[in-house]
């Protein structure tokens, strides 16, 4: 699974299809396809024929966020809808997680599910891996958003190391 912030106002919230249509897309489904989870490295719309595989893309946010900052309140209404596609996802076995807030929208779904204790010893930094409690592995990465793209502080060299990790793992 790919866990983002929220769809984007321009990005999936025109599409129908999360990270199609915008900046953090143009970035992200390149990676994908080089990664083996996506069919060709563009995604423009809907309908465009680019199909995932072994690969959910989801957020923790279900609106788009004014300055992309949900409030806290937001994301707590959003939770359910989180929580219940985890459930449905029977194989899921590692969970990239696209910045911060979906790092911490990870570690608070586990926690609201009973899965994990304490929140203790998991921080956030660009490449780190967790194993979790209940058996899944998060691995936290810079969300591709254009303002850490454009500045380097997330290149394709960082995003496909993080999705190669992922691969490798969801593999064993």
């Known amino acids: 699974m790919a866990l983002g912030l929220a769809p984007g106002a321009h990005g999936s919230n025109r599409t129908g299809r999360p990270f199609t249509g915008d900046g953090s897309g143009d970035f992200l489904y390149p990676v994908l396809h080089e990664a083996g989870f996506a069919s060709q490295p ?6 465009d024929g680019m199909e995932l595989t072994g690969l959910w893309i ?11 900052k949900p409030t806290p309140e937001e994301l707590r209404n959003c939770s359910r809808w989180l929580d219940e596609e985890m459930r449905l996802l029977k194989n899921l076995r590692v969970v990239v997680c696209l910045g911060r807030i979906a790092f911490d929208g990870l570690l608070a779904h586990e926690a609201r599910t009973g899965q994990l204790p304490s929140r203790a010893g998991f921080a956030f930094a660009h490449g780190a ?3 979790l409690p209940g058996g899944l592995i998060a691995i936290a990465s810079y969300h591709p958003s254009l303002q850490n793209t454009n500045t380097g502080k997330l290149t394709r060299a960082m995003l496909l190391k993080v999705f190669k990790r992922a691969r490798q793992l969801a593999e064993r």
């Open 58 to 68: 989801t957020s923790v946010g279900r609106c788009a966020p004014p300055s992309n």
């Open 42 to 47: 563009t995604a423009t719309r809907r309908d």
């Open 129 to 131: 891996e967790y194993k």
